[in-house]
């Protein structure tokens, strides 16, 4: 009976000692986390799953953005696998903020062709960028997963100086204007089907995208949900 009290006990201390060799070892990877600055940079406004965002233009012709996800979450970052298909290892962890959404109007598409609003603090450097479906030009990138494509990088227009501007009687307060300089129609399938023709986007730190152009001198405006 002593024998195997004595047994469970032991049993016990190494499960004890084996779940503090594992914390510590969690612990001792670091964790970058967004700091003041990088917040004046994320989005304010809570976007909710299945909310449409309606964009507007000159003609009463309507785009509306589905909202698909809104985390704020903390990832892992592994060091790449070796050829002979071993995994990486775990390098740090890291604050994301991801803002997804669909367009009603689109179809056809694969991962690009969603809108997404990415956040990273990834190996202690903050970055941030947007895909747009729309936009006029090829730049296909992602942060830190194939899944988060952006094909509008802002780490050049976060240091910009910012302005106001009112859309559909709203006051937007840090807007800046992301141009892309080309009057061309981007022919790419990958998308989906909407017309990938935007050219300028009018840019709100607290919200998001507020306007976009379109090379046919289309102004689509965002009517503020309420």
């Known amino acids: 009976m002593k024998k195997n009290i004595k047994l469970l006990l032991l049993n016990i201390g190494l499960i004890f000692i084996v779940g503090c060799v594992t914390d510590n070892k969690l612990d001792s990877e670091p964790y970058y986390q967004f700091n003041t600055e990088d917040e004046q940079l994320l989005i304010k406004y809570n976007f909710v799953p299945n909310q449409i965002i309606v964009y507007e233009n000159q003609f009463n012709e309507q785009l509306n953005f589905k909202v698909i996800s809104n985390v704020r979450t903390k990832l892992k970052n592994y060091s790449k696998g070796t050829f002979s298909g071993g995994s990486g290892i775990l390098q740090n962890y890291y604050d994301s903020d991801i803002i997804r959404m669909k367009i009603l109007q689109n179809e056809d598409y694969e991962d690009n062709g ?4 990415v956040f990273s603090k990834n190996s202690d ?3 941030n960028g947007i895909n747009l479906p729309m936009w006029n030009i090829s ?12 094909n509008i990088i802002m780490t050049d227009f976060n240091t910009q100086i910012k302005t106001q501007m009112t859309i559909n009687n709203h006051l937007f307060e840090n807007v800046i204007i992301i141009e892309s300089e080309s009057d061309e129609v981007y022919l790419n399938s990958s998308y989906g089907t909407i017309k990938k023709n935007v050219n300028k986007v009018f840019y709100d730190y607290d919200f998001g995208i507020i306007q976009f152009n379109d090379i046919e001198g289309k102004e689509w405006k965002l009517i503020y949900p309420e």
């Open 125 to 127: 450097n903050f970055n």
């Open 114 to 117: 969603l809108i997404n609003y």
């Open 139 to 150: 730049n296909f990138t992602s942060i830190d997963e194939i899944q988060n494509p952006t």
